[in-house]
């Protein structure tokens, strides 16, 4: 999950802000730590948050920052105490439970992961990061069924290309070919260029008996820089 969620994590962040701080000098400390982290510089940014924490001990947005940069730097557990605590300080910290919910993913904790996106939810309904990662831990757990509700619910909220994709891959592995087709499609309709996308639609196009149209996806695949393309096209396309 942390390389999925990294870009929209840092995103969230910058609403934590707008939770006060007790001491302005921690929020400052608090500033200079997300800045530090816009710049994947979340090593260098947890001594910032420290210091915010500190001064001002039930400064939660510093507790659920510092977990963020934690997950970024592969501590999991150490993450998930941080978020803890800012749990403990705010019981409706809706991004809190989201965060533990990642790092708990992240550990292969799928059932807790699944409680705090729903925790999240409960409190946040239109929390569409929440639908979509329990969504995508729902595929884990083969709960395509589930996992494509809670892709449509993302989809109601705030659609995007990696929810089109996503639920194209669920839609495959329930043998929905023709829905599958569809939201590749549209995710290759708001990004072109990705490679991914075209490889997987031409292995749903093989799976239809398209075999012309999956080699020309894998095709345009190679052709964006997708090397495995190229395999898939000696193993399936020639003659």
């Known amino acids: 999950m942390k390389q999925k969620i990294s870009l929209s994590l840092l995103f969230f962040l910058i609403f934590t802000l707008s939770l006060l701080a007790q001491n302005k000098e921690a929020e400052e400390y608090l500033n200079i730590g997300v800045n530090i982290s816009h710049h994947s510089q979340y090593k260098e940014a947890i001594p910032y948050y420290n210091k915010a924490i500190k001064i001002s001990p039930n400064y939660a947005a510093a507790y659920v920052n510092r977990g ?33 919910g990642g790092a708990k993913d992240d ?7 699944i409680q705090d996106y729903n925790r999240a939810i409960e409190i946040n309904p239109n929390y569409s990061d929440a639908y979509y990662f329990r969504g995508g831990i729902k595929d ?48 290759i309709e708001i990004i ?35 090397s495995d393309a190229y395999e898939m096209i000696k193993k399936y396309c020639e003659e």
């Open 68 to 100: 963020f940069a934690k997950i970024m730097l592969d501590d999991f557990y150490g993450a998930i105490q941080d978020f803890n605590i800012a749990i403990e300080i705010n019981p409706n910290y809706s991004d809190a439970y989201y965060f533990r």
């Open 107 to 113: 550990l292969k904790d799928y059932h807790g992961a």
């Open 140 to 187: 884990k757990l083969n709960d395509y069924r589930g996992a494509i509700l809670d892709f449509n619910k993302t989809i109601e909220i705030d659609s995007n290309f990696n929810v089109y994709n996503s639920r194209g891959l669920v839609k495959d592995k329930l043998k929905d070919y023709h829905g599958a087709i569809q939201d590749y499609n549209r995710a």
């Open 192 to 226: 072109p260029d990705d490679a991914n996308t075209y490889i997987n639609r031409g292995v749903t196009k093989m799976s239809m008996g398209d075999k012309e149209g999956a080699c020309l996806d894998w095709s345009k695949a190679g052709e964006l820089g997708n």
